[in-house]
T-cell receptor, first 110, second 108 residues
């Protein structure tokens, strides 16, 4: 099993550009999450999903959109990237409370 | 919202030493997780421990929910234990809040 995978691993964007981060899990988990981690800080929840076709806002949702069209995939979109969105983005999935994390996507917005 | 405080913020150990990491939280929690983030950034779930004590090899964790704290105990530390340890309590639903972490460096 690959567990939780994220694509891409690293990306550089210019202010105003858009992009989509892909998260995939092969553990048949219902719940999926997107977090961001800024230097010296813990993770903050952006959006989450409790099942296929459902999404909900987390702690810091502004500037991001998500979609969960298939159970195994959770997409995070940035419509108009801003320098404040420079961060490391982690995806996670869970069956119940224990979360399993992907390797992260490092995003730099210039 | 809930406040999560981890101590110490930084810790340097000699290989073989023992240590205790503490997590205080300001509100009642439904559950609590401990994570290890290795130097390459990978996050690994160590414990899911809403209350009581669990052990996994050289690591153990205790949560006293009524007193709003959790402890992570590392015995006979190894260089591979280096990284950042996060406490992440959940207050209900999917609101898991991460502390700022304890940065551990184990010297050979």
């Amino acid at each position: 099993n690959a567990g939780v995978t994220q694509t891409p691993k690293f990306r550089v964007l210019k202010t105003g550009q858009s992009m989509t981060l892909l998260c995939a899990q092969d553990m048949n988990h219902e719940y999926m999450y997107w977090y961001r981690q800024d230097p010296g800080m813990g993770l903050r929840l952006i959006h989450y999903s409790v099942g296929e076709g459902t999404t909900a806002k987390g702690e810091v949702p502004d500037g991001y959109n998500v979609s969960r069209l298939k159970k195994q995939n959770f997409l995070l979109g940035l419509e108009s990237a801003a320098p404040s969105q420079t961060s490391v983005y982690f995806c996670a999935s869970s069956y119940e409370a224990t979360q399993y994390f992907g390797p992260g996507t490092r995003l730099l917005v210039l | 919202g809930i406040q999560v405080e981890q101590s110490p913020p930084d810790l340097i150990l000699q290989e073989g030493a023992n240590s205790t990491l503490r997590c205080n939280f300001s509100d009642s929690v439904n559950n609590l997780q401990w994570f290890h983030q290795n130097p390459w950034g990978q996050l690994i779930n160590l414990f899911y421990i809403p209350s009581g004590t669990k052990q996994n090899g050289r690591l153990s964790a205790t949560t006293v929910a009524t007193e709003r704290y959790s402890l992570l105990y590392i015995s006979s530390s190894q260089t591979t234990d280096s990284g950042v340890y996060f406490c992440a309590p959940n207050t209900g639903g999917f609101k898991t809040i991460f502390g700022a972490g304890t940065r551990l460096f184990v010297k050979a």
